[in-house]
């Protein structure tokens, strides 16, 4: 597995790249042009002031957007693979907050978001865990993509193949 | 890992110039993006009020205050098909059963075709002292001591802003509204501002859990939810649904 994880390494951290940055951009876009609904999905999680809450709803759909074009560009990788890294972890810890709290809400992840119906609190719960999961994934994904963060079809090169590579990486 | 990887990267990337340039022209196109998205909020809320420039006020229409009715807003008391309609006038998905189906609904109070009560409830706002939810709800109980709660009913929707809790439903605003469709009485701005109904709004958000109301819209023909099978709200099917109960 480590052996397959290195050896392939230029094609895993590329499709890493387009495969986060295609949903980040697809989760991103959704928002961004609906953003009343995103304004209102975070105000749903309580966990902001109001007004802070609709501002962060306002913003985080065209910073998650500009995140995915420098992935998918291959461009700013580094720097935008440990910014992703830390929104999907705020995004975990925003979830984990809510389910505690016994709360029944959308997560707006993709759009949409609010309160939801109590008759429906099981599948509630299941998408909580589901999107925790997911977003856990993608945390690995991206500190993949920082440590190794050179691979095909990218803006930024691996700097020239020398005798040492893996010292440029570590 | 810095030093020998920076050089490599810049001899390898060649241009940092254009690296940068190709940074800063996505940061700029999603800054501008960004900023469009937080004027679009304010620009919905200038365009609010002229949505009632055209408002045709159905004129006076007395209902009661009803205790047993979890304190909704009654009328045409007495008449054998019964409609109760539980709404928070933040509540989005309100507009759009609203939209379609307010107007039939007046239709059957001016007509006298069915009894008709609205539960005004407040369960969207964020517990604030400014709840817009209970000030909405407190001034539609303000606007029935003047005769007008569909007016205002209606006027609510018309404005309603689309992003709850925006501090859109102040006193002052709620206040302009009933202003705009005709209510201009003293009495009903001190009710507004005083929140003189919160008895009312308080009891009808408990009667919740009596009638098993867990969300809004939600609409009781004869006791009955109206399960819609369409996936809007569809006036065709909900006036079906009211001449099925009217057998």
């Known amino acids: ?170 | 890992m810095s030093k020998p990887k920076k050089n490599s990267v810049k001899s390898q990337s060649g241009d940092p110039f254009t690296r940068w340039l190709v940074i800063g022209m996505v940061t700029l196109v999603v800054v501008v993006g960004a900023g469009f998205s937080l004027l679009s909020e304010n620009k919905a809320k200038d365009a609010a009020f002229t949505a009632l420039d055209t408002f045709q006020s159905l004129g006076t229409l007395p209902a009661t205050v009803d205790p047993a009715e979890g304190d909704g807003i009654v009328f045409n008391a007495g008449l054998p098909i019964k409609i109760d309609i539980f709404e928070d006038f933040q509540c989005p998905v309100c507009k759009l059963f609203e939209d379609p189906i307010g107007g039939y609904l007046t239709s059957l109070v001016t007509e006298k075709k069915a009894q008709v009560t609205y539960h005004p409830l407040s369960f969207l706002g964020n517990g604030s002292k400014d709840d817009e939810s209970i000030a909405a709800s407190n001034a539609a109980y303000c606007a029935v001591d003047e005769d007008k709660f569909l007016d205002f009913h209606k006027a609510l929707y018309d404005v309603q802003s689309q992003v709850e809790n925006s501090g859109f439903l102040s006193s002052e605003n709620l206040i302009t509204i009933g202003k705009k469709i005709g209510i201009t009485s003293s009495t009903f701005a001190d009710c507004v501002t005083n929140r003189s109904k919160l008895v009312n709004v308080v009891a009808a958000t408990e009667s919740m859990d009596r009638y098993g109301v867990r969300g809004t819209p939600t609409t009781l023909i004869n006791g009955k939810v109206w399960e819609r099978q369409s996936p809007g709200f569809d006036l065709n099917e909900f006036k079906a649904a009211v001449e099925a109960a009217a057998k």
């Open chain 1, 1 to 170: 597995m480590k052996n397959f994880l290195i050896a392939k390494q230029e094609w895993i951290t590329t499709a890493f790249r387009i495969g986060f940055g295609g949903f980040l951009l697809y989760a991103g876009g959704l928002k961004a042009f609906d953003p009343a609904a995103s304004a209102n999905a975070t105000a749903a999680y309580k966990i902001l002031p109001t007004d802070l809450a609709h501002f962060a709803g306002y913003i985080l759909p065209w910073f998650e957007v500009a995140l995915a074009i420098f992935l998918i560009l291959g461009i700013f990788i580094r720097p935008a693979a440990i910014a992703s890294a830390l929104l999907m972890l705020m995004f975990i810890g925003a979830i984990a907050s809510v389910w505690a709290r016994g709360m029944l809400i959308d997560c707006g992840c993709l759009g949409g978001g609010g309160a939801i119906d109590p008759s429906q609190a099981t599948e509630a719960r299941i998408a909580y865990a589901v999107d925790i999961a997911r977003d856990f994934a993608f945390v690995g994904m991206c500190l993949y993509i920082f440590k190794y963060p050179y691979g095909k079809f990218s803006l930024e090169k691996k700097p020239e193949t020398t005798n040492h590579t893996s010292e440029d990486q570590e």
